[in-house]
């Protein structure tokens, strides 16, 4: 019975001690409960004084405040102290969750004073160096100076985050029942934020400072760049420097805008602060993005423009450059695209409202010229999005095959008209491309004003504007070419107006050319990269008016724009050679008015002079001698080797037979007639159902084929009818023949047709089938420079020309061949040694009559060998007079023909005699002599260049030659050309058929 009652007292004291404690507990919690209650009060005033980050960012306050929160500190470090017996309690006591509860807001409360306290510290030691009585010597230096405060601080920011980290963990157990617990979630609620701000801005802020400082330094790397000047900004390290700071920049500004709106504002305050500026409250993101949007738009344009500058370095053809830049261009094009929408994207007001923040001091200084910038980057963006048309609008005018054909007539205006008339389809391009890029600047004309440059590209403007012109009136010209042929008077009407606008453009185009030239050399140039395509091409677009200019004057003259003019074409028959091509067979006299036809007569050569014959000059000694003429007759006049000396005879003999003086002579021979009758599709003529090719037709004239006498078949003899003016068959055939040549003309020269007759032109020209003289003095300059007047034109070296003259009264000529051999020895001791071989080879079938003067198989040929003034020791066989000439049997003598003449024409030496090579035979003359060594250039020090001059007769087809030259012992060749061969140092070897003059060039050097 005991042992129950035992258990009952048990059960009763242990209760009554249990209510014990929870009273004790109970009055405990209401004391404990007190303490926090005040704490946390006192931690709330705290609290709202750092509410602003200005109250931290002021030293005094901020020390204050600091005081404030240490005893704050102390006073719940001493509440934990005491409340350290009380805390297993919490656990078993009925009130033992009131305590828990206090006991948490307590420890909260401790963890974030405590990492206040700790921030405020480190916030207290950095402001300590920006209030300090030496601030930093500049921005730069300040921003190194906080970013390296904040490093120094950060292990008591990390704790402090610990701290903050810990309060916020044990706030979310508290469930709030407590008054004084609710109003600590209150207090908490509103500290936790701005204390994790200010750490996490104390924590961000040395990378944010890096990234800003990063920032000043590539500002100052641009602003660097920016003094430069243009032409040096624009080279390939330059803009890879330029491209590398800006992306530093992007970067930069990236990873700050990748930071919390609230952390860049409070770091803008700290920087401000700091620094000494105002504090303000900008929208750090719009900042930040507009700054990035100028930025990147820069970026973009130097990536557009890199591959531009690295084009126009490219070695290479200039064409093959201008491909390789508009590749570029396209290229770039996606960069210029990309910053137009980054530039879209920029209000450079906000960049301008930042002002005097301190937070970025180099973007504050940016800003100020932001609007500026943008300005000249829309600019260079609308350069750059055009660059591709323009070098596009470049490609076609320079790089078509148009251009390459002009480039012709640096040395070939008249072949540069030609390929104007029959251009076609490709001019059109050109006129296209010229307005193109016309247009083309007129846009960008804006862009470049913007970048100050308007009146500098003005010229640029005017040239193109004037190339337009140009090329437009000649695309008028070729139009009424194609459509209404040469010589009609609808294409003389048309052309009219066309030849004034394209001489107007040439000189427009001469006239702005140097200022163009300024332009293009200027650094300035570099915005519009495709320029540099033009620079090297000025001198030669230069050449290419000035021939245009020449060449428009030539056609205009020609034309009868000008004035009425009278042109006499010389058919020279070449199977009868003579000086300047052949014997004059017959002549047509064209009368041209505002390009149109206003007259023609034609005659045969021995025509021309009528009969009875007018008294005139004598004829030259060899014609008298060997042909037995007392009277220089027409059809000999083209005596002269010297084309334009032989058209002043030949004028004068027109003028006295025919009482006109022509104002230009064209001689030309059988092979341009027969190849200008295959270019037009063969003649048809009247008396034919059929169509003849050239060389057949051409023997109704009397040009006979090979194996036929003077006196051709009947088959080629024409029929004259009553339209003709002539009862002559070969003057009434030629009537005809000229009228043909001449519908031929009047129809539109478009096509292939048109490009055949250009080449033949050409072809004809340069090799002497055609040869012109004027009494134009202007023109006559261009024709000389051009070498069209078959002038001898003796250079500044060796010279040799060989001149045959058929004194036969036959066409034996189309089956001769006529070839050359020589040897030139040099040495600086002895001089020049040459030695020519002139061998012939006569194939006609040979007669069983003597070689009588004007049998049909025998070679008659009056030879004149040209060579240098300077010539001595001249040698060359005794040429004695045959016995069948006229000469020796009117006479009864015989005598040497050879004849030495010093300085005969031209400052050049004669060397003649009458050489008869009979059919079947061959025969060869030898012609030798020395040079001074002083014809042989010396540029240098035993370094020598000698130059031979080898001038091709008109009317020949391409005689072969075979020439050897040989330097001295001890000295070695160079170089040789065009197309020699050596076979050993010393010797160099050319050959081939002459169909061009040649000019061959050999350098050497003593060993």
Known sequence: MLFPNVKLVVRLATLLLLVGIDAGVFLYSHSLYAQVSNTIKAGQKVSRELTGLSSILDEHQARATLAELRGLENRIASLQRSTRTFRPLAHVSIAGTYLNETFQALDSSGHLVRGGRLALEAYVIVLGTGSSPSPPTSEKAGLAALKEKLESVEPGLREAQGEIREASRIRQQLSGRLPFVSQYLSQVDEALPLLNHYVELGLRAPAMLGDILSIEASFTKLEVLSRLSPAESLKEGRLGEALSNLQDLDLALSRL???????????????????????????????????????????????????????????????????????????????????????????????????????????????????????????????????????????????????????????????????????????????????DLLGLLLDIKAPLQALGLGDAYQP??????????????????????????????????????????????????????????????????????????????????????????????????????????????????????????????????????????????????????????????LPPAPLYKYMWNAVWFFQDTNWSPHFPAAAETVAYSYWEAQGVWPDMILATDRWFLASFLDALGGAKLPEFTKTLPGNEALLYFGYYGPGYGPQYPEKYTYTCRPRHNSTA???????????????????????????????????????????????????????????????????????????????????????????????????????????????????????????????????????????????????????????????????????????????????????????????EENGNVRVSYQLPWSLVQQVGEGHYIYRLHLHKQPGTAGDPFIITVEVPQGYSILRAGPGAAMPSQRVAIISGKLTTDLDFELEFRRQ
């Open 257 to 435: 805008r990748g930071n919390p709106e609230e952390m860049l504002r409070l770091a803008m305050k700290l920087a401000s602060v700091y620094n000494g500026g105002t504090p303000g409250d900008l929208d750090a993101y719009a900042m930040l993005d507009n700054a990035l949007h100028l930025v990147r738009a820069s970026q973009s344009v130097a990536e557009g423009a890199i591959p531009l500058v690295e084009a126009q370095r490219s070695p290479g053809p200039l064409c093959d450059t201008v491909k390789t830049a508009r590749d570029a261009a396209r290229k770039g094009e996606r960069s210029f695209l990309q910053a137009r929408e980054e530039l879209e994207q920029f209000q450079p007001e906000v960049l301008a409202s930042i002002g005097d923040t301190g937070f970025m001091p180099g973007l504050a200084k940016a800003s100020k010229s932001a609007s500026e910038l943008a300005r000249l980057l829309q600019a260079t963006t609308l350069l750059g999005l055009a660059a591709e048309r323009g070098i596009a609008s470049v490609e076609t005018l320079r790089c078509g095959p148009l251009y390459d054909a002009l480039g012709v007539s640096i040395q070939d205006p008249v072949a540069g008209i030609w390929t104007l008339a029959t251009a076609g389809e490709e001019l059109g391009h050109v006129a296209s491309a010229a307005k």
């Open 460 to 617: 640029l403007v005017d040239a193109a504007d004037a190339l337009a012109t140009a090329v437009d009136g000649a695309l008028g010209v070729q139009e009424a070419v194609s459509q209404e042929g040469f010589l009609s008077p609808a294409a003389g009407g048309k052309m009219a107006s066309a030849l004034e606008k394209a001489r107007r453009g040439l000189s427009e185009a001469s006239q702005v050319l140097p200022q163009l030239r300024r332009i293009v050399e200027n650094p300035l140039a570099g915005p519009l990269p495709f320029l540099g395509a033009l620079g090297g091409e000025l001198d030669r677009l230069g050449q290419i008016i000035k021939r245009g200019e020449e060449g428009l004057d030539l056609f205009s003259n020609v034309m009868g724009f000008d004035g009425p003019r009278t042109i006499l074409v010389l058919g020279q028959d070449e199977s009868e050679i003579r000086a300047t091509g052949g014997f004059i067979g017959g002549v047509a006299e064209v009368r041209l008015e505002n390009g149109a036809l206003s007259g023609l007569r034609s005659f045969k050569g021995h025509q021309v002079d009528g009969y009875p014959f007018k008294s005139g000059p």
């Open 729 to 919: 068959p070969e003057v009434c055939f030629l009537q005809d023949l000229l009228e043909f040549l001449l519908s031929g003309l009047r129809k539109g020269l478009g096509g292939e047709g048109g490009s055949q007759l250009s080449a033949l032109v050409s072809k004809a020209l340069d090799e002497k089938h055609v040869l012109v003289a004027t009494k134009d003095e202007s023109l006559a300059k261009v024709i000389r420079t051009q070498g069209w007047d078959g002038a001898l034109v003796r250079g500044d070296g060796d010279f040799l020309a060989v001149i045959d003259s058929n004194l036969g009264i036959n066409k034996v000529n189309q089956v001769v061949e006529r070839r050359l051999r020589g040897r030139v020895s040099l040495s600086p001791s002895e001089g020049i040694y040459s030695d020519w071989d002139l061998e012939y080879k006569n194939s006609f079938p040979r007669g069983s009559a003597p070689c009588d003067q004007g049998v049909p198989w025998c070679y008659w040929n009056y030879l004149r060998v040209y060579i240098p003034r300077e010539a001595k020791a001249i040698s060359m066989p005794e040429l004695l007079l045959p016995k069948e000439s006229f000469m020796a049997r009117a006479a009864h003598a015989s005598f040497d023909t050879t004849s030495v003449t010093q300085g005969a024409l031209a400052g050049l030496t004669e060397v003649a005699g009458l050489v008869l090579v009979p059919g």
